[in-house]
């Protein structure tokens, strides 16, 4: 029984945290500087991938 307890109580500690971490990262993420930041890391990624594509392609 109280072993349970116990196990109740660390898990709804760790989902608090866990979820205001989240809220915490979700405000942070929605910022227009991170979102474009974001956007033009994820574009050069898929360049340089495609590039990569296109030039083993070739060989």
């Known amino acids: 029984m109280l ?3 116990i196990d109740f109580v660390i898990s709804m500690l760790y989902l608090g945290v866990l979820s205001l971490v ?6 942070w993420l929605k910022r227009p ?3 474009k930041a974001l956007e033009r890391t994820s574009a050069a990624i898929l360049t340089a991938l495609g590039l ?8």
């Open 3 to 5: 072993l349970g307890v």
């Open 22 to 27: 989240a809220t915490k990262a979700v405000l």
């Open 33 to 35: 500087s991170v979102t």
């Open 52 to 59: 990569g594509t296109a030039v083993s392609a070739n060989s």
